[in-house]
């Protein structure tokens, strides 16, 4: 049983210590996510939510401890080498290249893949995203918001990724746009992606999300199903920055 377990497992940190210089933002931090899940980070401003992905993704290197991916340690690898193992990070804001095409955007997010490979996949990908698809031909910077936070996404689906590391979607959208974006996360959940995402609109985005991470002071305070956090009444609290006040629980 304890092998199904550890099999299950996509993403750990193992005391992971990171940050700037002298300024460590994540403090022994250890947690573990679920293949096929959306697991959600919360926590207050600092607390290290965007550092953990940026660390993930080799922007940071850890100063100690262990990252995993599938078991195999990934410490220090470049972003060219965990692309290639299969993780997409979709940052904060605007990523484009607003003077260049849709299409463009799409060719230059499938730069490693090659362009026969891209060009195979590029139309795969614009299913998932009719909106942007009737806009192939436009410039990126001519799209809505949130028909660019698709276009990222979308751009990242090139890779097909089995881990999408993606820091806080909503920002900027309409909240009908905000739930096509969940909807289409838990959708890749489904079909088997990781998700490991940052978001603010804390309560729509643990109705899509599996597990819950609250982090403080880069060090983690609480872990359970996002269905029993939703229910908390404490909430908004633990969200705020009273995550201190409850006891580090993991289930």
Do not use: W
């Not at 009719?130 to 890779?159: C, D, F, T």
């Not at 909503?170 to 009908?176: A, D, K, V």
């Not at 996002?226 to 006891?247: C, Q």
């Amino acid at each position: 049983m304890s092998n199904n377990i550890a099999a299950d497992i996509c993403i750990e940190f193992d005391d992971v210590v990171a940050g700037y210089k002298d300024f460590m933002i994540l403090n022994n931090l250890s947690f573990k996510a679920k293949r096929g899940t959306i697991t959600l980070l919360l926590g207050p401003n600092g607390a290290g939510k965007s550092t953990v992905l940026k660390t993930l993704f080799g922007l940071l290197k850890p100063r100690q401890g262990k990252i995993l991916l599938d078991g195999v340690e990934v410490n220090g690898s470049s972003q060219k080498a965990l692309l290639a193992q299969g993780i997409a990070f979709v940052p904060q804001g605007r990523n484009l290249f607003g003077q260049l095409s849709v299409f463009e955007n799409l060719e230059l997010g499938g730069i490693t893949l090659g362009m026969k490979t891209t060009h195979e996949r590029i139309p795969e990908v614009l299913e998932f995203f009719p909106r942007v698809k009737q806009r192939l031909h436009s410039p990126a910077s001519a799209l809505s918001g949130g028909e660019q936070k698709q276009l990222e996404i979308g751009r990242a689906l090139l890779l097909r990724p089995k881990v999408i590391l993606i820091d806080e979607p909503s920002i900027g959208l309409s909240p009908l746009v905000v739930q096509d974006v969940f909807k289409l996360l838990r959708r890749l959940a489904d079909q088997g992606t990781t998700v490991l995402m940052v978001e603010q609109n804390v309560k729509s985005a643990l109705k899509i999300s599996d597990e819950a991470i609250a982090l403080e002071s880069g060090r983690l305070v609480l872990q359970k199903p996002a269905s029993e956090l939703l229910a908390d009444p404490h909430i908004e609290r633990l969200f705020l920055g009273g995550a201190h006040a409850a006891a580090p629980t993991t289930v």
